[in-house]
């Protein structure tokens, strides 16, 4: 999962972006409003926190700015306190959660969470695929209670797969998911990670579409005693 940054508070933004790739997520950052409207419109964002008080174009302006473009990313705007007005503005230009600051780190990764699995259409918490589960809050994954260690780049893929599950991904909507801006991308690096995964997932999970990507499904004995649960 990519996530775009949003704040020019250098503190907060040092911070946050810790945070946040301590989460799991490849986070791209920036500082101001001109910069961020030119980077939701070009890079595929799985979700945006966006401060409202921004230099050169606010928060709000940019926002309404995406939506007319047709940029869908969800959004959790950053508001200030008392300024209810800003909240009303920011929902009105297409937010879709905020937060008032001072916040609490942990309360801004909830609300993360929670957006990006209202976006993928997922009502639980954790996520499953037969005896695979990932468990976003811990960033923890089991295989029928087994707990598995992956590296942060094997969550992340791992992670999104497991959101989208059952459709067909191609390597570069991975690789444009699974790296920040400034990562040097290969696509052919995700074919190495994909390998190394199915070592440690098991090889039925991720099936190879020819010509197309990837797609993860539980292996066949696994449908009937998992479904439905949590
Ligand atoms: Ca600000």
Redesign the pocket.
């Known amino acids: 999962m990519r996530i775009l940054l949003v ?3 250098k503190d907060l933004s040092r911070q946050l972006k810790a945070a946040l790739s301590d989460a799991g997520y490849a986070v791209d950052h920036a500082a101001d409003g001109e910069e961020a409207q030119f980077l939701g419109e070009t890079e595929p964002y799985d979700a945006v926190i966006l ?4 230099p050169k174009v606010d928060g709000v302006t940019v926002l309404e700015r995406w939506r007319r473009g047709n940029v869908a990313t969800p959004v959790l705007i ?1 508001t ?1 306190r008392g300024t209810w007005s800003e909240k009303v503005a920011g929902f009105d230009a297409g937010a879709d959660d905020y937060l008032t600051k001072p916040f609490h780190t942990e309360e801004l990764l909830a609300r993360l969470r929670a957006l990006l699995r209202r976006s993928a259409g997922h009502s639980t918490p954790s996520l499953s695929v037969g005896c695979l589960r990932l468990d976003p809050r811990a960033a923890r994954v089991n295989v029928k209670g087994e707990p598995l260690r992956l590296t942060s780049l094997e969550y992340r893929l791992l992670h999104y797969l497991m959101m989208h599950q059952g459709r067909v991904i191609s390597r570069t909507e991975l690789v444009e998911h699974l790296y920040d801006q400034d990562f040097d991308r290969d696509s052919n690096t995700v074919e190495v990670f994909i390998g190394r995964l199915r070592k440690k997932i098991g090889p039925d999970r991720i099936d190879t579409v020819r010509g197309l990507g990837y797609r993860l499904t539980a292996p066949a004995d696994e449908l009937k005693d998992t479904e439905g649960g949590a």
């Open positions: 704040e020019d508070d401060d409202i008080g921004l950053l200030a």
